[in-house]
């Protein structure tokens, strides 16, 4: 009869649940005592009046639907309520940690870098299109990937100005078009777009041999040579995906790349956002790249037709396995690109709306690496002499780093420097698989550390400062950015990308739209400057 009346199913399922009771009770028993003998005190808590924080999820949509600004609408505005470090009510019940101070990052990047990880949502998103590659995988896999690539940084073996001076200048000519016979300036420019062609040319060249040439391809009537070998890869893949229209390099990379950002803001639960657009645009690149990795083996050791190697045939020598080079070659070419690109774009609006500093770059820029006409040697060893032009770029970092909020997740109980007790200066534990969001973004812009006008673009501040653990737009610790110091690097080619525009351009405009989004530029080809009678007052 017990069984009749559903006692069989009861008696277990009452028993499974005190069980995970007793065990949760136990647990933090074990947490608290762990917190006390370590000096930790409690931190301030931003909770939710709803269950799940549906409510903050809520109003970040809504700001997002809006395009408005995530960072000064959400994030600064809670750590100007609660203090640099507090926990905060997540999804599904979680708690986690925010922090915006310079010791607790420290901790996290590298004092205790063993005791974080980046998590199973970094392999959720980003691994969709990148596999397992540096940036996704932590403990052995992650330090074979660094000790493999970082000789390559190192020598500097690849080292080709030839192929920014080329994307510049066929940016200039795109540029160009937007101008009217006899006017000074040019009509409006989304340079922001153009920026993201420069990039996608540059580093399929730069990394791939393999130059999309999307720039001058979305000029009506411009004349494009494309490498032949690109042209078979795409009727190959198109032939392969019969009925679903033709894609190009550039569109499915942006196809993949927002359906990343999309698997990104779901976090743990990157596994329910599915879309067989970014499916087959993904599988494109992989096509894609599989047809470049068979002919960088082919060539072994040999040469391309410029009589250099590329970055993709360097790597097939270490890496044997297809696969695997596929994952780091897409790694390294998204990272530059993204970063290259964004950077660009905030420092040339920057340099819009402070005019006095942009004259006073482009004098820098003329003075250390002449004229258009009587051009000196651009190299990547001799980037850093130009001093105006390395603050101008570490203060657009500064202001937008390229990733604005990072996130490490404890791989054990820890301890985290400071946050706890009324004063904010106590220890505060961290539970195992506990989230802690590193807010980059808004230490860089802290005022009690970079003074009362920490909002503002002033490229001066840099003189006599080092970077360091307050500016961490490269990351920190084991894991900072290859990029930061080393050579050939996104800074190395946002600089000389940078270098190469100011010689043509004297003069530079800003405007934004209605919903302040898309950044419109104008700017003035130099090549024989009208100067005073161009109104460079704004749009």
Same mark, same amino acid.
């Given at each position: ?18 069980? /995970? ?36 999820? /809520?109003?970040?949509?809504?700001? @997002? ?14 750590? !100007? ?40 949502? !970094? ?7 990148? $596999? ?7 403990? +052995?896999? /992650? ?44 009509? +409006? ?30 000029? =009506? ?60 645009? @993904? ?76 004259? #006073? ?13 009587? =051009? ?8 850093? #002499?130009?001093?105006?032009?390395? /603050? ?5 970092? !500064? ?22 007790? =009324?004063?904010? #200066? ?15 973004? @808004? ?35 084991? !894991? ?42 104008? @700017?003035? =080809?130099?090549?024989?400057?009208? $100067? ?8």
């Amino acid at each position: 009869m017990a069984i009749l009346d559903g006692g069989f199913l009861i008696y277990p399922a009452a028993l499974a649940a005190g069980f /995970w009771l007793l065990r949760r009770y136990v647990k933090e028993r074990e947490f608290q005592s762990f917190a006390a003998q370590h000096g930790c005190r409690p931190l301030p808590h931003s909770g939710s009046w709803v269950p799940f924080a549906l409510d903050r999820m /809520w109003t970040a949509l809504r700001v @997002v639907d809006a395009r408005g600004d995530v960072m000064e609408e959400l994030f600064f505005p809670s750590f !100007r309520a609660m203090g640099w470090t507090f926990s905060s009510a997540g999804a599904f019940g979680e708690t986690n940690i925010m922090t915006a101070d310079p010791a607790n990052m420290r901790a996290v990047l590298a004092t205790q870098f063993h005791d974080f990880s980046t998590g199973a949502s !970094r392999m959720g998103s980003f691994g969709y299109l990148l $596999g397992k590659c540096l940036f996704t995988v932590d403990g +052995e896999e /992650w330090e074979r990937s660094r000790a493999m690539f970082r000789p390559h940084f190192a020598r500097g073996e690849i080292n080709d100005m030839d192929i920014e001076k080329t994307a510049a200048d066929e940016l200039v000519y795109a540029i160009k078009t937007y101008m009217e016979e006899g006017e000074a300036w040019t009509g +409006e420019v989304n340079l922001q777009t153009l920026f993201l062609r420069l990039t996608l040319d540059s580093g399929t060249e730069f990394f791939f041999g393999a130059n999309v040439k999307s720039q001058l391809g979305a000029i =009506p009537g411009a004349r494009v040579n494309v490498d032949p070998d690109l042209a078979e890869i795409g009727k190959m893949v198109v032939a392969g995906q019969a009925g679903e229209g033709e894609l190009s390099f550039g569109e499915a990379f942006h196809t993949a790349s927002a359906q990343v950002r999309a698997r990104g803001n779901a976090g743990d639960y990157a596994f329910l956002f599915r879309s067989s657009k970014a499916d087959r645009a @993904v599988k494109y690149l992989q096509t894609f790249m599989d047809f470049l990795i068979a002919r960088a083996h082919a060539k072994g050791r040999g040469k391309t037709s410029t009589g250099k190697h590329t970055w993709l045939e360097t790597l097939s020598r270490d890496i044997p396995d297809p696969e695997e080079l596929r994952n780091q070659s897409l790694f390294l070419f998204t990272a530059a690109r993204d970063t290259t690109a964004g950077t660009l774009s905030f420092l040339f609006l920057l340099l819009a709306k402070h005019k006095s500093a942009f004259q #006073k770059l482009r004098a820098a820029v003329l003075a250390d690496f002449g004229t258009k006409d009587e =051009p000196k040697e651009i190299a990547f060893y001799n980037l850093k #002499k130009c001093q105006y032009l390395q /603050w101008c770029l570490y203060e657009t970092l !500064r202001l937008f780093p390229p990733g604005p909020i990072n996130l490490r997740v404890a791989e054990r109980d820890t301890v985290l420097p400071t946050g706890g007790g =009324p004063d904010g #200066k106590s220890p505060i534990a961290v539970r195992k698989g506990q989230k802690v969001l590193l807010g980059f973004y @808004v230490m860089q812009r802290r005022s009690d550390i970079w003074g009362e006008d920490a909002a503002e673009f002033r490229p001066e501040r840099w003189e006599g400062r080092q970077a360091d653990g307050t500016f961490l737009s490269f990351s920190g610790g084991p !894991r900072i950015c290859l990029g930061s110091e080393l050579h050939p690097t996104p800074f190395s080619m946002t600089t000389s990308l940078a270098s190469f525009l100011l010689f043509e351009f004297c003069r530079i405009s800003c405007s934004l739209l209605a919903n302040g989004y898309f950044l419109y530029r104008r @700017v003035c =080809p130099c090549g024989g400057c009208i $100067g005073d009678r161009a109104d460079a007052s704004g749009i």
